[in-house]
């Protein structure tokens, strides 16, 4: 099982790269990123309704959803900003600088996140071995910005 979510994990990685062309494409032929970004989430939509159609997905309940604490639904925003942003780095800086970004920001959040167990995350004590971690990865945005 374990492998398997980690081939998911580079294959949805690869998928970022990809995307991020794609919707530069829609960007430039149509002179607006926030519409190439509309299209995305709107073919993502679809997909992923045909997908829990396929997976027989029980809906929750409306009394489920209702006990969700509000700022959960504002996870779609980091979506958008991700894609809109994304959509214009990535023509601009490349596709090696934009995800050497992306990256490191999330590697620097999910340290201070897995450190205090924040938002569902199971605790991990930020370590000295962590911390180096991602400064090598500060180092590594580094060199490619240098390039």
């Known amino acids: ?3 398997t979510l980690i081939l ?3 294959v949805a990685g690869l998928g970022l790269t990809v995307q991020v062309g ?7 032929a149509t002179g607006s990123a926030g519409f190439a970004s509309l299209v995305n989430f709107c073919v993502g ?4 309704l045909g997908f829990v159609l396929l997976m027989r997905t029980p ?3 409306a009394q489920v959803l209702g006990a969700l604490p509000a700022w959960v639904w504002l996870g779609g925003l980091f979506g958008a900003l991700y894609v809109a942003s994304a959509t214009v780095i ?7 600088m934009l995800l050497a970004l992306t990256v490191l920001g999330q ?16 605790q991990h004590p930020l370590t000295f071995s962590r911390i180096i971690g991602v400064l090598l990865l500060l180092a590594g945005t580094w060199l490619i910005a240098k390039v």
């Open 1 to 3: 099982m374990r492998s």
């Open 8 to 10: 998911l994990g580079l």
């Open 22 to 28: 794609m919707n530069a494409a829609i960007r430039d």
């Open 45 to 48: 939509i679809v997909a992923l």
């Open 59 to 61: 809906l929750p309940n």
């Open 90 to 96: 990535g023509p601009a800086l490349g596709g090696t």
């Open 107 to 122: 590697l620097s959040a999910a340290l201070i996140v897995d450190h205090f167990g924040w938002l569902g995350f199971p």
